[in-house]
Nanobody, 117 residues
Framework: QVQLVESGGGLVQAGGSLRLSCAAL????????MRWYRQAPGKERELVAG???????NYADSVKGRFTISRDNAKNTVYLQMSNLKSEDTAVYYC???????????WGQGTQVAVSS
């Protein structure tokens, strides 16, 4: 089993920055794509950014130019650097990872990000 543990959420003013981290623990080998999703109150969960094991990244249009996803394969950790935060970025942010050997996709428990205007 793989456990994904997120950290780094909090309350920040509009225009500020936060860095989220997600560490894959347990039987965390052969981790392929890793992603960040978010879910705002009353809205569906949406993909924010994803990154392959080789470092290729993709982003939702709403965060392009403001968010940067990165990963450290040796630490099985993915990061989300969020800058120029807006009130509409307020949500619970979830980490997600695919494990090749099991074929399973794992989810973290979520970390709250709140942006005050």
């Amino acid at each position: 089993q793989v456990q994904l543990v997120e950290s780094g959420g909090g309350l920040v003013q509009a225009g500020g920055s936060l860095r989220l981290s997600c560490a894959a623990l347990g039987s965390a080998f052969n981790i392929n794509d890793m992603r960040w999703y978010r879910q705002a109150p009353g809205k569906e969960r949406e993909l924010v950014a994803g990154i392959t094991r080789g470092g290729m990244a993709n982003y939702a249009d709403s965060v392009k130019g403001r968010f940067t996803i990165s990963r450290d394969n040796a630490k099985n950790t993915v990061y989300l650097q969020m800058s120029n935060l807006k009130s509409e970025d307020t949500a619970v942010y979830y980490c997600n990872a695919d494990q090749a050997i099991s074929g399973w996709t794992f989810w973290g428990q979520g970390t709250q990000v709140a942006v005050s205007s």
